[in-house]
């Protein structure tokens, strides 16, 4: 399939210029199966489905959950992100409102449904979820596999999963109703949307608590419980609360006392071997003024090792020091053996929103790729803030997003929204990577949302080249006065994705935009979402693609590769093959692993924001993507969950 370039796209822009302006106003599989796919970096070593023949892929089935489609009038956030497993035998997919349905993975047809009654209703999401096998009991005894599932109202399920009933062993009937630090404000303010990670035989939760509430936000702490009994064996808060606690010189405004966050919202990683549990932190409340706060912010922001049995922490590397952009750490860890002086070493490797990649020995946190404290802007500083001097910068490993902006990016479809463009810029704070917000308004490019985020990379440890998706729209962040602007007691939507917020407790109040011309279309120049491979070894781009046709959107009967934002993540295969949706067209597609050329595509009845998967089952290879959208990028939304194979 011919893939247009950047440049034969402009040439498009400027024959359809006067069109434009009046168009846009691991999973835990059977032991039989464990070489099919690698959850956790997103590979499989199936091939029966390759480069040579993925156009004849087909749908296979198509199964709806039945959930309720949010209004665009609703305060709903809703995104279908699951990402499927295959246990014993079925396909078990989490739906938005946290239901696990197990479906014959052949037919699509349901086997059994469990249904946690979540009392959420602003945050319909579901990330995951995970297996573990009790080796002390004997094989078919109840609840010897089961699945571990948390909510959005912030309690933790053990359920069988041969029968899809809660453990009754496991808490009170099968569930733990987990603390939060201090009252919510509301039920979802602080939820388990990701999946638990399992280490050994004790189960790690993390949360997702909800940004830009109150400057007091609750803890974002881990919390640690047994795997047969859910007793609660430990906790790690990110955010040091003992003084003695070496971190807590980090804060030199005190040891974080009446900060929250620093959460693990994102999936974490496991090596079972080394007793480590790898936590991608985020940064602490509120997300973008720290002067309340001061110093580093240990240990927010970072990835955190800890021991599985204890909680201790073993180490941790800090991405970016006193976090005042929103720049949490947003993906999975990835674990993989990297060539290291003729040697493989155990090793994780960390995608960030930022389009940085890091590499670490797992087991002592040594850098394996060198990192460099690099001096960042510090010309532009709200009252009473404390800017941290550098950030740390990995070097020679190429970047995943642009890491500027300035007038002379300005871009538009015709001269004119261009011309506008660049005047908007010139209005605004503008520079390198981590020039913070500030009351005038700054740039970010990458925008607080990434660059790459949740879906993470996607690992072929043959080759070695990592495969990330990343939206590449800047955004503007301008930080308010209280006592100079009204808000609402709620986020308010003022114009196209602008999202003001009522902090309680904070003087500076943020507000956040898109970087767009009066079109309504980004300022920057196309593609505005890339699928990038990369060598991490060679530490090279291997190729980069625009991701998304905007032929959808802006109604022309062609495709149009501008990239379109989104999230997801893509799946590797054997086959010479990445899977991937992520887009808002709507569109499922494959691309080959060696020169990014699209092989095939298929409509999707929603946005496939998810996670693909595939595996083998009647000697035939399916893949599967859920496909519900995002109402954050007013995506198509649905309730679908799509299989596609081979004719026979």
């Not at 034969?8 to 099919?36: G, N």
């Not at 993925?54 to 990402?83: C, K, R």
């Not at 979802?188 to 949360?207: H, K, Q, W």
């Not at 300035?406 to 605004?428: H, Q, Y």
Request: proline share 8%.
């Amino acid at each position: 399939m011919y893939y247009p370039s950047v440049s034969d796209q402009k040439a498009r822009y400027q024959t359809l210029s006067m069109l434009c302006l009046l168009l846009t106003s691991v999973i835990s599989l059977p032991a039989s199966s464990t070489e099919q796919y690698q959850r956790d970096i997103k590979y499989s070593s199936l091939t029966d489905i390759n480069r040579d023949n993925v156009s004849s892929l087909q749908p296979a089935w198509e199964f709806h959950t039945g959930e309720e489609i949010p209004t665009s009038s609703n305060n709903t956030l809703l995104s279908f992100q699951d990402q499927p497993a295959m246990i014993d035998g079925n396909l078990v997919v989490c739906s938005t409102s946290r239901k696990l349905f197990a479906l014959d993975p052949a037919t699509g047809e349901q086997r059994w449904l469990f249904d946690p009654e979540d009392k959420a209703t602003r945050i319909k999401k579901c990330r995951g979820i995970s297996h573990w096998v009790d080796d002390q009991a004997q094989p078919g005894d109840v609840c010897q596999s089961r699945i571990f599932l948390g909510t959005a109202d912030y309690r933790l399920f053990a359920i069988d999963a041969k029968t899809g009933k809660a453990c009754a062993s496991f808490g009170d009937n099968g569930q733990v109703i987990m603390p939060t630090s201090e009252p919510v404000l509301f039920p979802e303010e602080v939820s388990a949307l990701s999946r638990p990670a399992i280490v050994n035989d004790v189960v790690v939760v993390g949360s997702s608590v909800a940004d830009n509430q109150r400057v007091d936000a609750p803890s974002g702490r881990v919390l640690a419980y047994d795997a047969r009994t859910g007793k609660p064996l430990w906790q790690f808060d990110p955010l040091p609360r003992d003084p003695a606690d070496p971190a807590g010189k980090t804060w030199e405004k005190g040891t974080a006392q009446g900060f929250g966050g620093g959460n693990v919202w994102a999936s974490m990683a496991v090596d079972e071997q080394l007793d480590l549990v790898y936590l991608p932190t985020t940064s602490p409340s509120s997300d973008f003024y720290g002067g309340d706060r001061g110093g580093d912010n240990l240990y927010s922001s970072s990835l955190v090792a800890l021991k599985g049995s204890t909680g201790e922490v073993a180490w941790y590397f800090q991405f970016v020091h006193h976090n005042v952009f929103d720049y949490d750490t947003p993906s999975q860890p990835i674990l993989i053996d990297y060539p290291v002086n003729g040697e493989m070493v155990p090793a994780v490797v960390q995608n960030t929103k930022m389009g940085l990649i890091y590499i670490f020995n797992r087991a002592t946190g040594e850098p394996l790729i060198p990192i460099e404290e690099v001096p960042v802007p510090q010309d532009v500083i709200t009252e009473g803030e404390q800017l941290s001097t550098t950030q740390p910068i990995p070097v020679d490993m190429p970047v995943l997003t642009p890491q500027s902006f300035s007038p002379d990016d300005a871009w538009g479809f015709t001269f004119v929204d261009k011309w506008l463009c660049k005047r908007k810029i010139e209005s605004l704070n503008y520079g390198p990577i981590y020039t913070p917000p500030s009351e005038k308004g700054t740039i970010f490019f990458p925008a607080m949302g990434g660059g790459p985020n949740w879906g993470g990379g996607a690992y072929d440890p043959n080759s070695h080249v990592m495969v990330v998706a990343s939206n590449r729209v800047p955004t503007v962040t301008t930080l308010m006065r209280r006592d100079k602007v009204a808000m609402a007691s709620e986020q308010a939507i003022e114009t196209v994705g602008e999202m003001s917020f009522d902090v309680q407790g904070a003087y500076f109040l943020p507000k956040v935009a898109p970087l767009l011309s009066p079109l309504g279309a980004p300022c920057s120049e196309p593609p505005w979402a890339a699928l990038t491979a990369v060598d991490l070894v060679a530490k090279k781009i291997i190729w980069e693609v625009p991701l998304g046709s905007i032929e959808k959107m802006a109604h022309v009967p062609f495709s149009w590769y501008l990239g379109t934002p989104g999230a997801g993540g893509a799946l590797i295969t054997a086959g010479g093959v990445a899977f991937i949706g992520y887009t808002l067209d709507d569109t499922f597609r494959a691309f080959d692993m060696s020169s990014g050329e699209i092989l095939w595509e298929a409509d999707l009845p929603a946005a496939g924001t998810a996670v693909p998967v595939t595996y083998a089952v009647n000697g035939e290879q399916y893949v599967v993507i859920p496909a519900g959208g995002h109402s954050m990028y007013a995506s198509t939304l649905g309730d679908s969950v799509v299989a596609y194979k081979l004719p026979k």
